[in-house]
C-alpha cells in the first residue's frame, strides 16, 4: 500500500463517521436490551451473556473493511462509544476506555495485515482481537473480576468467539452485501467487487 492509499479523503471520514454514528445509537438500543430481556436471559450463568457483545466491536471490523484505511478501526469505534454515551449509557464515560480499546484492537487486526487482507480470516482475527481486548477491560474494571476462574475463562472464550463471528464474519458480510450493490464503489471495497 503506497502513501496515497493511506491518505483519508472526505468520502472516508463521512463514511466512517456516518457508519459510528449510526451503530453509536445501535449500542444506546442494544444497552438497553443488555439491562433488560438479556439480562433477564443470562441470570442464570452470566458469563454467557458474552454471547451478545460482538454487537459493541462491529464498528472496529466495519469501518475498516469500507474505506480500507489505517486508523478507521479506531475512529468508528470510539465515536460510535462518544455518542453512546451522549445518548445516556448505562455505564456512563467509562464507555470510551472501551472504545479506545476496542478501535486500538481493531488497528491492531488489521495491521497484522499490513492493511493490506481484507478478507473472512483477516476480519476473524479482528473480531477476536476486539473481544479479548474487551475481555481484559471487563475483567480488570468490573466485578466480572470477581468471578471464579472458571467463569472468568469461559466469559474471555465466548466474547473473543462473539468479536470474531458477530463483529469479524458479520462486519464482512455486511460490507460484501454493500458492495455488491455498488454503493461502495468509491471506495477500493466497492471496486474490487471482492474483499480479499
Do not use: C, H
Not at 451522549?86 to 495485515?113: D, K, M, P, R
Request: hydrophobic share 55%; no cysteine; glycine share 12%.
Amino acid at each position: 500500500m503506497n502513501n496515497t492509499a493511506y491518505r483519508w479523503r472526505t468520502v472516508d471520514i463521512v463514511v466512517t463517521a456516518v457508519v459510528a454514528v449510526a451503530f453509536g445509537v445501535v449500542f444506546w438500543a442494544w444497552n438497553q436490551l443488555w439491562f433488560g430481556p438479556f439480562s433477564a436471559a443470562f441470570a442464570g450463568f452470566p458469563p454467557a451473556g458474552a454471547i451478545i457483545t460482538g454487537v459493541w466491536f462491529l464498528p472496529a471490523v466495519l469501518a475498516p473493511l469500507i474505506v480500507r484505511k489505517p486508523g478507521a478501526a479506531l475512529f468508528a469505534e470510539l465515536v460510535a462509544a462518544v455518542i453512546s454515551a451522549l445518548l445516556g449509557s448505562a455505564w456512563g464515560v467509562t464507555v470510551l476506555y472501551y472504545g479506545l480499546a476496542q478501535g486500538a484492537a481493531g488497528e491492531l487486526g488489521f495491521a497484522i495485515g499490513a492493511y493490506k487482507r481484507w478478507g473472512l480470516p483477516n476480519a476473524l482475527l479482528t473480531g477476536g482481537l476486539i473481544g479479548a481486548a474487551a475481555t481484559v477491560l471487563d475483567l480488570t474494571t468490573t466485578s466480572y473480576g470477581e468471578w471464579s476462574a472458571a467463569w472468568q475463562i469461559t466469559y474471555a472464550l465466548i466474547q473473543i468467539a462473539s468479536g470474531a463471528l458477530i463483529a469479524g464474519a458479520g462486519s464482512f458480510a455486511l460490507a460484501r452485501g454493500l458492495s455488491s450493490t455498488g454503493v461502495l464503489d468509491p471506495f477500493p471495497s466497492g471496486r474490487t467487487r471482492e474483499l480479499v
